[in-house]
């Protein structure tokens, strides 16, 4: 590994922090557009970040360390995933240090840390959050792992840059697998993001509200740093899912043209998918909290039902 | 041979003599609490690490045999230190260790068993533990066996003067016993006919497909009940949360890696060579027990039973394993099978030392407290942070989350099921793949489970006033739990080496160990041609690196003013610990997932009542369908059978002479 390849590593890294908010203000753009609303800016999660920055932290009397550190943690927890997904380039140095199924369970640790977190302050709220948050992710993270095997048997690898690169040298053609397994991975994205139909990101209705409720009690740069987490983790799928499913275009060497081709497809590719994800969240209705194992459910079958169908056809 | 103490097979067995020795000396002063525990039980600690570092000393060297004259006349006891006992017995020891230091600190004067003659109980079961993975013949086996079981039984029922406990303590004895008359008569199958019962004659023996098929099915069903693999489990959540917690941590995080221990002997040595469709049977029991566990295990409000319940759950998940690796072993995958073989052994390491790690802060909690119930607690980690941030530990590595250890078997296992696609049968080679799916959902959901465990008891408000009083954990205590969470961050970082010790074992089985890679030492690439990696350290020093840059730029660019103020909770002012979710309402959505697998029985309140009353009592399926009945049957059968003690000696005679005209008959 030369210093180019840590190069291009970090600027990765520094460019998925960035971009991470303004992709989460371009799907609110999107959806505010489909809406007939008139749209924020797109650089509004900037702004909310920065003025939460200034703010003085409050903290319940009865909060642990435990509360204070989970942000970082979790902040942590996604920056590195972020270092992992191969977004712009292939074969960069930290990605050999997790695999596919390494990246499911930093995801997992953070949900365990923001949980624990909602659970410290010991409110009502915080702790039904907690609850429900771990329901969702005990449902979408087998999903996830299955989307991953049949990837991977795909590939004969569970190394994210090797599967990466592996699809992308294939033409383009309607794979039955990828295609159940898509479906699945968005159900994933979906819960897992907390947006609708499982939650619903732009309310703030304490009964119904998943995401929301774990974050109560934060508030100034503890609440900045797990926003900011929240929209990376958004990212951070989105970049999965491009990995795994449309990685066309991804640089495999790290010249200079290779490198700013790709940067060029990853943004046309997360714009389209933010509107994807504006126009799914416009069409579809919220679902009672009881029906996401459901719809959970529902996305694991489909990602077995991938599996099933790569062991018989072998495509 | 030369010096005795140049072979580690004399040391093992110098250092489990000590441990009885030890036991022994508690007897000196039974009622001294000081003596036995400042001074027996840390050198029964010691001793512990000793052996630990004696077994390892054989690794390098081949399996190394003895004969002692002791035992029945021409029956001498057969002992053996292979790879395969000094993974264990390096578990055993290390495990232990900190058990024992831990317990130091724990055992206080009180009701139930003196403690000079728990030292004794206590330092017996380990010792016999430690034989059991020595012996070499049958009857040494079923010798340490037995001993291991009657100690842990008189562990169990410490507390002897309750009912309950007795009674918990029988269910454990009574299955114990099952299971040990079944591998007696699986090893009974196993000699062939040659009427030696060394493993030496065993593994030489010839036995035919039918006969090998029910020497393995014996000898699942008995270590299967000693491991607590559903539907043999029940004594698990009984037995635990009666024991005092270094008994259960012992049991849960040693003992039941006995049974394991005897399962891979008897399938990949004395059996010969395996038939892969035997692997399918621990693969489906274990799954089932995994799933059944976690599951179970989600809707508990007592620690230690939701632990009992975790364990069935990494039962499960083990046996899987271990049927994968005999599937691939019977149809020649050598190199998938070491793979699986090795995560199994991983994972039972990993299991000793969290479960341990879990079990031990129940029982700091308990005797801070005196709760177990999971409805009083809260709020701990204000009171108890040792205890609170080292269990934290103990929790992450058993919800499987990179990168403490946990994650490592589990990583290793789920890339193992990725093969199985290769196995040579059709249909069964798509199911196969399956079984990772399941385990993944285990997986996931120990995740809840933990969160739910650690949450309710170190997390949130007090949910009683006494709870204010609780103190942290002494000195030994807390040396015995950062010990054995040094033990999960070790194997969860060096992963490189620990499997570098464990395809010793694999390679000794004839299995092959991994291929060579030429990976850095911190970078675990299990099969090259995969490219499937994974770097422990340098993942936790990214998460390091971006927390702290997090941090200092946090403070550096802005400010670090912190107010305090009451909770927020949506500006609900009245705020009080019993709105907090409870362990059952922690369960409910789980208890509401899966309903078909609990017996419930639930009162709700309603709107009229003048005392509302909510009353939830969740029960095991399987103790109902197949226990009671068969409970019920032996009890009538014992009645009737009752009939023939008339109590008068000319009856007993006539049986007698009935019985002598009988095998007269028999015999001419």
């Not at chain 1, 997904?85 to 074969?91: K, L, Y």
């Not at chain 2, 027996?40 to 390098?60: D, E, H, I, R, T």
């Amino acid at each position: 590994m030369s210093g180019l390849d840590w190069i291009v590593q970090v600027i990765g890294i520094a460019l998925a922090v960035a971009a991470a908010p303004v992709f989460v203000g371009w799907v609110n753009q999107c959806r505010a557009w489909l809406q007939n609303k008139s749209a924020p800016s797109i650089l509004l999660p900037y702004r909310g970040i920065r003025k939460l920055f200034h703010k003085d932290a409050v903290i319940a009397v009865n909060a642990s360390p435990l509360f204070r550190l989970a942000p970082y943690v979790v902040f942590g927890a996604m920056v590195t995933a972020a270092a992992i997904i191969p977004s712009i380039a292939t074969r960069l140095p930290f990605t050999q240090a997790a695999d596919a199924i390494a990246l499911v369970g930093l995801l997992a640790t953070a949900r365990v840390f923001l949980s624990l977190a909602a659970m410290d302050v010991g409110t009502a709220f915080g702790t039904m959050g907690a609850r429900r948050e771990m329901m969702i992710g005990f449902l979408a993270e087998p999903a996830l792992l299955v989307v991953i095997f049949v990837v991977s048997l795909t590939c004969a690898t569970t190394a994210l840059p090797m599967i990466a690169e592996h699809l992308s040298a294939q033409s383009f053609a309607l794979n039955p697998s990828l295609a159940f397994t898509a479906v699945a991975f968005t159900m994933v994205l979906l819960a897992e993001n907390a947006r609708i139909p499982v939650d619903n990101p732009a309310t703030h209705l304490e009964l119904t509200m998943i995401h929301e409720a774990l974050l109560l009690e934060y508030s100034a740069r503890h609440l900045a740093l797990m926003e900011w987490a929240a929209a990376l983790k958004l990212f951070n799928y989105a970049c999965i899912g491009f990995a795994v499913f449309i990685p066309w275009g991804i640089a495999t060497s790290h010249a200079p043209v290779s490198l700013a081709v790709s940067a060029a497809l990853l943004s046309a590719k997360l714009a389209v998918a933010g509107a994807a994800l504006a126009l799914i969240e416009t069409v579809s209705a919220k679902l009672r909290v009881f029906r996401a194992p459901e719809f959970l459910a529902t996305a694991f079958l489909f990602a077995v039902l991938g599996l099933l169908v790569r062991l018989l056809l072998g495509a | 041979m030369s010096h005795p103490l140049n072979s580690p097979l004399m040391l093992c067995l110098l250092l489990l003599t000590a441990w009885s020795l030890v036991g022994l000396a508690g007897l000196a002063r039974p009622s001294s609490i000081g003596f036995v525990g400042r001074t027996l039980f840390p050198l029964g600690a010691l001793l512990g690490v000793g052996l630990a570092v004696a077994a390892a000393m054989g690794l390098n060297h081949p399996a190394e045999q003895l004969v002692l004259p002791i035992g029945l006349p021409d029956l001498p006891a057969h002992l053996r230190l292979d790879a395969l006992s000094i993974i264990f017995m390096i578990l055993l020891g290390a495990a232990s260790a900190g058990i024992s230091i831990f317990a130091a600190g724990y055992f206080r004067q009180g009701e139930g068993t003196a403690p000079g003659l728990l030292c004794l109980q206590y330092h017996l079961f380990l010792a016999s533990m430690g034989f059991v993975l020595l012996a070499d013949d049958a009857y040494a086996f079923m010798l340490a066996w037995e001993t291991m079981a009657l100690s842990s039984y008189f562990l169990v029922t410490t507390q002897h003067r309750i009912p309950e406990i007795r009674q918990a303590g029988f269910l454990y004895l009574l299955i114990a016993h099952l299971g040990a008359i079944s591998i007696l008569l699986s090893f009974g199958v196993l000699q062939g006919g040659s009427w030696h019962f060394t493993f030496d004659a065993m593994r030489t023996a010839h036995l035919d497909s039918h006969w090998a098929t029910v020497a393995f099915c014996l000898a699942l069903t008995g270590f299967g009940a000693k491991a607590g693999l559903v539907p043999l489990h029940v004594w698990l959540p009984e037995a635990h949360p009666a024991a005092p917690s270094p008994v259960s941590a012992l049991m849960s995080g040693v003992m039941l890696k006995t049974a394991l221990y005897g399962m891979i002997r008897v399938s990949f040595d004395l059996v010969g060579q395996p038939m892969w469709w035997w692997g399918l049977l621990p693969l489906s029991l274990g799954l089932f027990s995994a799933l059944y566990g976690v599951v179970f295990a989600a809707a508990q409000t007592d620690m230690k039973r939701l632990l009992a319940y975790s364990s069935i759950e990494n039962i499960g998940i083990l046996f899987t394993g271990l049927g994968l690796a005999i599937v691939f072993a019977g149809v020649d995958m050598r190199a998938a099978a070491a793979l699986t073989l090795i995560a199994v052994m991983y994972h039972a390491m990993n299991h000793a030392f969290m479960k341990s790690l879990l079990f031990l802060g129940t029982g700091a909690v308990l005797h801070a407290t005196g709760e177990r119930n999971l409805g009083h607690l809260g709020g701990l980690i204000h009171r108890m942070p040792w205890v609170a941030w080292l269990t934290l530990i103990g929790v992450l590595a058993i919800a499987g989350l990179p990168p403490l250890n946990g994650f490592v078997s589990e990583w290793l296992l789920l890339q193992s099921f990725l093969f199985a696609y290769k196995v040579p049968h059709p249909f069964i080679n798509m199911l196969l793949p399956l079984g990772a799916a399941l385990l993944a959902l285990a997986a996931a959901l120990a995740g809840y489970v933990m969160v739910k465990f650690f949450g309710v008891i170190f997390l949130g408000q007090p949910r009683e006033s006494t709870l204010k009083r609780a103190h942290d954990a002494g000195f030994a205590e807390r040396l015995g739990l950062a010990w054995l969470a040094l033990g999960c961050v070790l194997l969860g970082f060096l992963p490189t080496n620990v499997i570098s010790l464990l395809s010793i074992v694999t390679r000794q089985l004839e299995l092959g160990g991994l291929p060579a890679s030429d990976a850095p030492w911190w970078l675990l690439v299990p099969i090259p041609e995969r490219e499937s990696s994974y770097a422990p350290l340098a993942f936790f020093a990214v998460i390091g690196i971006v927390v702290v840059l997090a941090f200092v730029g946090v403070r550096f660019f802005y400010h670090q003013r912190v107010r305090k103020g009451a909770a927020w909770d949506c500006g609900f002012g009245r705020l009080n610990s019993r709105m907090q979710d409870t362990a059952e309402g922690f369960g409910q959505p789980i208890r509401h997932l899966f309903q078909p697998l609990f017996a419930m029985v639930r009162e709700l309140p309603s709107p009229f009542d003048t005392q509302p009353a909510y009353r939830l009592e969740i029960g095991d399926r399987i103790w109902r369908a197949l226990y009671q009945p068969l409970g019920a049957s032996v009890r009538q059968i014992a009645d009737k059978i009752a009939w023939l003690q008339q109590g008068r000696i000319a009856a007993y005679l006539l049986y007698s002479f009935v019985t002598l005209v009988v095998l007269l008959a028999l015999m001419l």
